[in-house]
């Protein structure tokens, strides 16, 4: 089967597509014929050598997101037969024609979902699930703010907070970006990133939002971001506001300062995906169901700005670690 293979960690350009063993089934586990993966920025730190995680072993097929057609069952009982249509999330192994999967790690699809809006709904839409419902407890009528908004995490994390009657202020670093979070994310209001003094910024644009003149307006923080957003998130909370660490596409890890958080009465708390599936599997399940019953309300709808074949993975990570990507790049087989 045609896979990208990592020999080597490197810039992602060094990798190729080769042809490779297929998979097959060991007991719990379902093979998956692929027909659409989704690109997420993790995956482009683990082509590089630069995510936190890695397999045990070179060389390794990456990719986290597929969607696809079950072909082969493994020993035990199973929830799916060959021919379901199912959405995958693993650690690895996506980015072939064939992948194997844990059966928890496989999730029907809907009669209405299509593989490649599939395929770019997976890791960003249960992801914000855990940052804005499992860690955030987002509440109807709060202010939210979701950082990187127009990226997969941030766009998935404006409709959902959305569906669940936040209202949504969406940070971006463009105007098109701008135009994408409120019409195709329903995001109330729009502030922007592109300033020296981000702190100052923040407060100031999200005082003039929210009429809170000392510009702490928020009471949930979804940050993507990390860096100087982070820095910047922190200064425009509420009293007893809270902010979800989903990670740094900025590059630097920020740090808080635990006197800060002392004294403005403050809660800092990460959001990983990996770890509930690890911990919190039946969560994970709740988080399943409701996104296939927005997206089949129409409340929730994956934006793929790109579609590409296999072999054109390399153009397709351009497009996300160029920050030119706004929404989705999915690859098809
Ligand atoms: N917690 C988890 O389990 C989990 C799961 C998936 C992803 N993540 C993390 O969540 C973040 C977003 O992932 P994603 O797949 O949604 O990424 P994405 O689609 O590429 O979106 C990332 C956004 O971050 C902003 N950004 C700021 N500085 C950037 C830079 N130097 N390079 C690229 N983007 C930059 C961009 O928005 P602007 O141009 O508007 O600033 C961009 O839209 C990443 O840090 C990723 O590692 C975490």
Redesign the pocket.
Known sequence: MRAIVIHEYGPIGTHRVEDVAAPQAGPGEVVVAVKAVG???????MLQGK?QNKPDRLPFVPGRDASGIVTEVGTGESRFRIGDRVLVQVFSGAFAEFVAAPEQRCFAMADDLDFVPGAAMI??Y??AF??AVLRGDVKAGETVLV??????????AVQLLKARGARVIA????QE?ADLVVDRGGADNVIF?HFDDLKGAFRSQIASITGNTDGRGVDLAID????D?FDACLRILKFAGRLV???????RIPAAKANYLLYNNLTVM???????FKHAFEEIEQGATEIGRLYTEGRIDPQVMQTLPLEQFVEGFDL????Q????VVLTL
């Open positions: 690109l997420n920025f993790p995956d482009g730190l995510y890791t960003p249960h992801t855990v940052a950082t990187g908004a127009a990226g997969g995490v941030g766009l998935a940070a971006v670093s463009s970006k990133t993507t971001v990390g860096g957003v660490i989903v990670g740094f596409a900025d590059g990460g959001a990983p995906l990996d770890v509930h996300i670690l160029s920050r990507v706004k929404g989705k």
